[in-house]
């Protein structure tokens, strides 16, 4: 916080000096100017942008430009993560999900044959289906009837 105190003071002295004035919002206003400047003449051009030109502009531009700490022009580690999982998901689109067979002999990588799937099939297959057996005296009276 010392360090931040002694640069609004520094600027406000400086702004004192270029304007004749100086209040607080115009101190955080040119330190946030310099902050998202990419160079002192960059700074230097919003300043007389905004009319403050003097013979002393370039020199105040350079100086605030060299005390206050800039943005990193890199990546910061949630933009990483976000690029990262955009590269995943358009990784992910490239493939596609295949569709099973319904002839396939196998479910899920375990083979339908197993006896852990067998048992669980041929317990809801009994549940569902009961048929009765036919003797032979029922299939010759169902032959009659077609025959009629």
């Not at 040119?30 to 003097?54: N, R, Y």
């Not at 002393?56 to 690029?83: C, M, W």
């Not at 002999?105 to 009961?130: C, F, H, L, P, Q």
């Not at 048929?131 to 077609?146: C, L």
């Amino acid at each position: 916080m010392g360090s931040d105190d002694n640069l609004k003071a520094w600027v406000s002295d400086k702004l004192m000096s270029l304007l004749g004035y100086s209040q607080p919002t115009v101190v955080q206003y040119m330190i946030g100017l310099s902050k998202q400047a990419a160079s002192p003449a960059d700074l230097a051009g919003k300043l007389v942008e905004f009319g403050i030109s003097s013979s002393d502009t370039h020199a105040f531009a350079d100086e605030i430009f060299s005390r206050v700490p800039h943005k990193s022009f890199g990546l910061n580690q949630y933009q990483k993560q976000e690029r990262e999982a955009a590269m995943l998901v358009r990784k992910q689109r490239t493939y596609d999900i295949l569709k099973a067979d319904d002839d396939d002999d196998y479910v899920g990588g375990e083979d339908k044959s197993s006896k852990a799937t067998t048992s669980t099939s041929k317990k809801i297959d009994s549940r569902n289906k009961r048929f009765r057996k036919k003797t032979e005296y029922q299939d010759d009276e169902d032959d009659e009837a077609k025959c009629s």
